[in-house]
């Protein structure tokens, strides 16, 4: 196995680490439960922070900029993570549909000491960004997707990898993930070529074009391949494992769509908790790959955090209110 750039762990302390498997019956498909990846906050943010961190401390950097929706998950996880490792964090925040879920996210990053900067549109955010982009400041884009976040699910296909060797699952023919900036399916499918895994990788789109997004994820994969040391032909094979399904975004980005819905429900009396902007749709195709795959062939990669958000209110002394400006981004 190739080293891996040191990592700040994040997680440490959990009960859930390696995240469990679990086999839905009743579906016909496999869940990695990387909802309980933290007990703080859980899901794929954490782990694409922990590596993230670690850099922003070795280039000796204080303060975190970061861009995402209003409600998006990965600014929520770097407001926590990085207010407990002592970052400062801005973050440009773009519009998105309003969501109970969405709302609450943004508080929880308030409450973290989030310094937000309301941005009107996407085509506008990199000159919302640029002028925080100085000084002590480490950049953390969209999704946290780069190689050094992508890292962080090379080690969690290891950890797939080794779930399979123990004879906990049966190697999956196809991990079912959602997919928004690409960097879990990237590194997911580097940590599969490696691990000598045959398992493909089939992001889920939540916004279009899904082409590009099939390009970025791909392009990243070949990057994270090379970055820790894989050959040329085995980075290359690492990029066509991923495929990506432009299906079931129904309105797009962050809308409830009728499959979505569907899934939520079937998934719920399962004990999974799904959102309307991600997993829900993820979870859709998932059930839809199991019915034509062999049993037990598909594995659903569980991105969201199911961690109660509720205490990361109360004890950082939360307003109810969101100041005007941002309730504005809700749309
Ligand atoms: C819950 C959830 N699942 C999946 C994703 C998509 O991950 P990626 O951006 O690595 O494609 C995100 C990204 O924000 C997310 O919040």
Redesign the pocket.
């Known amino acids: 196995m190739a080293k891996l750039p040191p990592r700040l762990a994040l997680r440490a302390g959990d009960s859930h680490s390696p995240t469990p498997v679990e086999w839905l019956a009743r579906m016909g498909l496999w869940i990695k439960r990387d909802d309980l990846s933290s007990e703080l906050y859980g ?3 954490v782990r694409k922070l922990e590596f993230l961190l670690k850099a922003a401390r070795s280039a000796g950097r204080s303060r975190l900029v970061t861009v995402g929706a209003a409600g ?3 600014v929520v996880a770097t407001a926590i993570f990085g207010a407990r490792e002592g970052f400062t964090v801005d973050a440009v925040l773009v519009p998105q549909p309003s969501a109970p879920h969405a709302l609450l996210n943004l508080r929880v990053s308030l409450a973290h000491g989030l310094r937000p900067h309301p941005c009107p549109a996407w085509s506008l955010a990199p000159a919302y960004l640029a002028p925080h982009l100085i000084g002590d400041a480490y950049f953390i884009p969209l ?1 946290g ?1 780069n190689v050094t976040g992508s890292l962080g699910f090379v080690l969690a296909a290891r950890e797939l990898a080794a779930q399979v060797r123990a004879g906990k699952l049966p190697e999956p023919q196809v991990v079912v ?9 990237a590194g997911l499918a580097v940590g599969f070529e490696e691990a000598g895994l045959r398992t493909r990788v089939l ?1 889920v789109a939540v916004s279009p074009p899904t082409s590009v997004l099939r390009h970025l994820s791909r392009r990243l994969a070949q990057k994270t391949a090379t970055a820790i040391g894989l050959s040329v032909a085995a980075a290359l094979r690492a990029a066509q494992r991923i495929d990506v399904e432009g299906g079931w975004m129904g309105r797009g980005y962050g809308h409830a769509s009728d499959e979505g819905t569907q899934a939520a429900a079937d998934a719920a009396r399962e004990g999974v908790t799904l ?1 309307v902007t ?2 829900a749709k993820a979870f859709a195709c998932a059930l839809a790959c199991a019915r034509r795959e062999a049993p037990g062939a598909v594995l659903y990669w569980h ?2 955090s199911t961690a109660p958000l509720g205490p990361l209110l109360l004890n950082a002394n939360a307003s109810d209110e969101i100041p005007a400006p941002l309730a504005r981004l809700f749309r």
């Open positions: 899901g794929n943010k998006s998950h990965q999704g997707s993930v959602a997919m928004g900036s690409g960097g879990t399916a992001g959102d991600y997993t991105t969201l």
